[in-house]
């Protein structure tokens, strides 16, 4: 059973940066995407940031430029660089990750880091 720990949330004034990081431990399988979700209260889930095994990167439109996902394949850590921050990119953030089991693959999230911006 894969576990992921989060780390690195909190309050920040507007403008200012943060770094997530996650890491992923007890994996027996490979492990393809990591990336970065986020909720706001009352709204749906959407994908932040996401990086495959091979380094691609994707980013939501409201954080390119802004945002750099990363991740480090010997640790399997997966860090979400957040740059120039806004009150509106306050929200919960979750890390994710696929592991692939060799004829499926399973899903997994992190418990989730407050990030909070301030005006």
């Known amino acids: 059973q894969l576990g992921l720990v989060e780390s690195g949330g909190g309050l920040v004034q507007a403008g200012g940066s943060l770094r997530l990081s996650c890491a992923a431990s007890?994996?027996?399988?490979?492990?393809?995407?990591m990336g970065w979700d986020r909720q706001v209260p009352g709204k749906q889930r959407e994908l932040v940031a996401l990086i495959t095994s091979g380094g691609s990167t994707n980013y939501a439109d409201s954080v390119k430029g802004r945002f750099t996902i990363s991740r480090d394949n010997a640790k399997n850590t997966v860090y979400l660089q957040m740059n120039s921050l806004k009150p509106e990119d306050t929200a919960v953030y979750y890390c994710?990750?696929?592991?692939?089991?060799?004829?499926?693959?399973?899903?997994?999230w992190g418990q989730g880091t407050q990030v909070t911006v301030s005006s």
């Open positions: 007890g994996s027996m399988f490979s492990i393809n995407d």
């Open positions: 994710n990750v696929d592991e692939f089991r060799g004829s499926y693959h399973k899903n997994y």
